[in-house]
């Protein structure tokens, strides 16, 4: 998810940019042995290895080499990219095809990662840190942090728009109207994705439709915002206006 609109209280008064409270425990440690990461440093420098390899398959597709590999003192292929038979590779442990343009992404290394820990004939928990069992939080204050449970804003008549590319905090004050959310997140050039802004009929589509729109998308080629993508699908009439 990236935008989200949310119907509170209209006289909801939270700072924009600062994560809701509500979506952030007050219980939460984390695990001093493994400072939060839930892995040991093998595990981590197993990481390591395999951003670097699964950044060679991208090499490899896109023929060229990463500056990264400049800097670092390889016996064969200083500053030369892999042949082609390196994707068959990275594309084998990450049990998909590489997005073209994106290389591989978090999961394919996850994928990758836990393949060679199998091929090493070791259990999945191998590299879990052994004081939190892999779930980086500090034991001492487990219990409460389990217990807690996350709450919305106050609901209520306003509209107000919010980012959820973290854990979620607003992006504009509360209004009245959703054509009042529309005109000021138009004229702050508020952003839909990264530096990118819209119109304010973009924006008013997506507020009076579904009321959110995920990140980034590609259509046709064309990388765009989930906000313009789904103006493009209303256009199209494949979204009625239900809101």
Not at 101 to 119: L, P, Q, T, V, Y
Not at 126 to 138: N, P, R, S
Not at 178 to 196: C, I, K, V, Y
């Amino acid at each position: 998810m990236s935008r989200e609109v949310k119907r509170v209280a209209l006289d909801f008064d939270w700072p924009m940019k600062k994560t809701w409270k509500g979506y952030l425990n007050p219980y939460y440690k984390e695990c001093p042995k493994c400072n939060g990461s839930g892995v040991t440093t093998a595990y981590q420098r197993l990481e390591d290895l395999v951003n670097l390899l699964m950044l060679s398959g991208s090499d490899a597709k896109k023929k060229e080499c990463h500056p990264y590999f400049n800097n670092i003192p390889f016996h064969h292929t200083e500053n030369i990219y892999p042949s082609e038979d390196m994707v068959e590779l990275t594309e084998g442990l990450a049990g998909r095809n590489m997005s073209f343009i994106m290389g591989h992404d978090a999961c394919d290394r996850w994928s990758a990662e836990n393949k060679i820990i199998k091929a090493a004939g070791l259990p999945k928990s191998w590299g879990y840190c052994k004081i939190c069992d892999g779930e980086g939080i500090d034991s001492t204050i487990k219990e409460k942090f389990e217990a807690w449970k996350k709450y919305e804003p106050p609901k209520g008549n306003g509209w107000q728009m919010w980012e959820t590319t973290s854990e979620g905090s607003p992006m504009s004050p509360v209004f009245k109207t959703p054509e009042e959310l529309a005109r000021w997140l138009t004229d702050n050039n508020a952003s839909t994705f990264g530096h990118s802004t819209t119109d304010y009929d973009t924006w008013l589509n997506m507020i009076k439709t579904t009321g959110h729109a995920i990140s980034g998308v590609m259509v046709n080629g064309k990388v765009m915002s989930g906000v313009e993508a789904l103006n493009e699908i209303m256009q199209e009439g494949e979204i009625e206006n239900d809101r």
